[in-house]
């Protein structure tokens, strides 16, 4: 059992940058791989970023690629997604979860734990 907690959302203007973080508890963090989704209002949840167990691959959608990047620390339980050049589009509820039953790293299906989300609105 994974229990996760997302944080660092907020407004910020278009160009700028936050850094999403996500404090995992439980058992056997470090075995698993981690993602990031988000969902904006309308939408479906989409698959943003992806880091496996060590930290060594990581897996980017499309429009994340240069400007998002997915980091982990296992001594500290934590997942973090450093989002920079923000634009309006990225506005959306922002997810971590834990890849617990598939190994496809982008399939929502794969992830089975799931955090509560947080907000990130940007603003043109």
């Known amino acids: 059992q994974v229990q996760l907690v997302e944080s660092g959302g907020g407004v910020v203007q278009a160009g700028g940058s936050l850094r999403l973080s996500c404090a995992a508890s439980?058992?056997?963090?470090?075995?698993?791989?981690m993602g990031w989704f988000r969902q904006a209002p309308g939408k479906e949840r989409e698959f943003v970023a992806a880091?496996?167990?060590?930290?060594?691959?990581?897996d980017y959608t499309d429009s994340a690629k240069g400007r998002f990047t997915i980091s982990r620390d296992n001594a500290k339980n934590t997942v973090s997604l450093q989002m920079n050049s923000l634009k309006p589009e990225d506005t959306a509820v922002y997810y971590c979860?834990?890849?617990?039953?598939?190994?496809?790293?982008?399939?929502?299906?794969?992830?089975?734990?799931w955090g509560q989300g947080t907000q990130v609105t940007v603003s043109s």
């Open positions: 979860a834990a890849r617990s039953r598939g190994i496809s790293v982008s399939a929502h299906s794969s992830y089975g734990y």
């Open positions: 439980g058992r056997s963090f470090s075995s698993y791989g």
């Open positions: 880091i496996n167990w060590s930290g060594g691959t990581t």
